[in-house]
T-cell receptor, first 111, second 113 residues
Framework: EAAVTQSPRSKVAVTGGKVTLSCHQTNNHDYMYWYRQDTGHGLRLIHYSYVADSTEKGDIPDGYKASRPSQENFSLILELASLSQTAVYFC??????????FGEGTRLSVL | QQKVQQSPESLTVSEGAMASLNCTFSDGTSNNFRWYRQHSAKGLEVLVSIFSDGEKEEGRFTAHLNRANLHVSLHIREPQPSDSAVYLCAVSMKGSNYNVLYFGSGTKLTVEP
């Protein structure tokens, strides 16, 4: 069964600390994405990747880095976490033309 | 940049009554439209995808697209309390080679027994 798995599911981080969110897909999809959702808002694209070892900036990349070491894995890295990065983060994967499949989200609180 | 807006922000319907949700987009060359459902604290579940003007039905969910009016809607037939969730409209822009989606802010649907 197609799946996108995110870890951790929730995290509390301190301001200025480093945070890594991980995503693993078993769908054999080429494309992977990281979105951010703030309360009362839709999802906004942070980074995406269409092939291993390559990442692209989305609409709100500032303060975030991404890493795609393999087709299955895509990480989002916050080098210096800030209060404004408190949000729910979603990872997704897709093939060309297919509806992106989403993970269940990671709830990040930066204190 | 693509702007996607949804209305209403929230909607309450009785079980069995039709629920209609609206979505407008700014880029008339958009060619790929999807409706997702998001239950509280859960991921997103794709309900229906539509790529050309007209209607597309998936079970109790029907999407209707009118690109000339920059409008796509979702109609839920015989909604049930388990359909209570946030519904998100997502649009891909023409020329997006990587299936990148732009989302509206969602409509919170409550279905009362």
């Amino acid at each position: 069964e197609a799946a996108v798995t995110q870890s951790p599911r929730s995290k509390v981080a301190v301001t200025g600390g480093k945070v890594t969110l991980s995503c693993h897909q078993t769908n054999n999809h080429d494309y992977m994405y990281w979105y951010r959702q703030d309360t009362g808002h839709g999802l906004r694209l942070i980074h995406y990747s269409y092939v291993a070892d390559s990442t692209e900036k989305g609409d709100i990349p500032d303060g975030y880095k991404a890493s795609r070491p393999s087709q299955e894995n895509f990480s989002l890295i916050l080098e210096l976490a800030s209060l404004s990065q408190t949000a729910v983060y979603f990872c997704a994967s897709s093939d060309d033309g297919s509806a992106p499949l989403f993970g269940e989200g990671t709830r990040l609180s930066v204190l | 940049q693509q702007k996607v807006q949804q209305s209403p922000e929230s909607l309450t319907v009785s079980e069995g009554a039709m629920a209609s949700l609206n979505c407008t987009f700014s880029d008339g060359t958009s060619n790929n439209f999807r409706w997702y459902r998001q239950h509280s604290a859960k991921g997103l579940e794709v309900l229906v995808s539509i790529f050309s003007d007209g209607e597309k039905e998936e079970g109790r969910f029907t999407a209707h697209l009118n690109r000339a009016n920059l409008h796509v809607s979702l109609h839920i037939r015989e909604p049930q309390p388990s359909d209570s969730a946030v519904y998100l409209c997502a649009v891909s822009m023409k020329g997006s080679n990587y299936n990148v989606l732009y989302f509206g802010s969602g409509t919170k649907l409550t279905v009362e027994p």
